[in-house]
T-cell receptor, first 113, second 108 residues
């Protein structure tokens, strides 16, 4: 089944404790992206990747890191989480030529205490 | 001013009703337009693209008005299963912008 797998689904952590949210897609998509979703705001892009070893900042990259060592995986790293990073996070992927038709993972609800 | 604006709702309608949502955008260079559907706290899913001439997919009709910079989504004969949040997405091929969504509740 074609899908974007994101883990964990829920995560509660404390300020400053490094964490990684994993994202994997099995559709051979070139494009992958991370978003955060907060009440009253649209999805905001954190980082995106056009292909392996190619990553770029989105609108809200501060406090986040990503890597794209393999085509299928695009982990999101929070080196030192802070409470303002409490949010619902989505990973998404798409074909490079049809970038706007995104397939999303099921989301990670992160709470930073 | 937000780049993509939607009425947050909620729109509460009875089954069988026709309901329409609008979405306005500020970037006149926008080229591609979409509606996504998002169930509560779940992932967004592509509902339909919006073409310049307008397009229909079953009970759903999407329209684009470039002059006034808005897109619309019309849902006819609403079903209970249409209850969701509808996200407007606008892209200038380099940059995708999501609206905050319009919440629809269809009641029996």
């Amino acid at each position: 089944e074609a899908q974007v797998t994101q883990n964990p689904r829920y995560l509660i952590t404390v300020t400053g404790k490094k964490l990684t949210v994993t994202c994997s897609q099995n559709m051979n998509h070139e494009y992958m992206s991370w978003y955060r979703q907060d009440p009253g705001l649209g999805l905001r892009q954190i980082y995106y990747s056009m292909n392996v070893e190619v990553t770029d900042k989105g609108d809200v990259p501060e406090g986040y890191k990503v890597s794209r060592k393999e085509k299928r995986n695009f982990p999101l790293i929070l080196e030192s989480p802070s409470p303002n990073q409490t949010s619902l996070y989505f990973c998404a992927s798409s074909y490079g030529g049809d970038r706007e038709k995104l397939f999303f993972g099921s989301g990670t609800q992160l709470s930073v205490l | 001013r937000k780049e993509v604006e939607q009425d947050p709702g909620p729109f509460n309608v009875p089954e069988g009703a026709t309901v329409a949502f609008n979405c306005t955008y500020s970037n006149s260079a926008s080229q591609s337009f979409f509606w996504y559907r998002q169930d509560c706290r779940k992932e967004p899913k592509l509902l339909m693209s919006v073409y310049s001439s307008g397009n229909e997919d079953g009970r759903f009709t999407a329209q684009l008005n470039r002059a006034s910079q808005y897109i619309s989504l019309l849902i006819r004969d609403s079903k209970l299963s249409d209850s969701a949040t509808y996200l407007c997405v606008v892209s200038d091929n380099n940059d995708m912008r999501f609206g905050a969504g319009t919440r629809l509740t269809v009641k029996p």
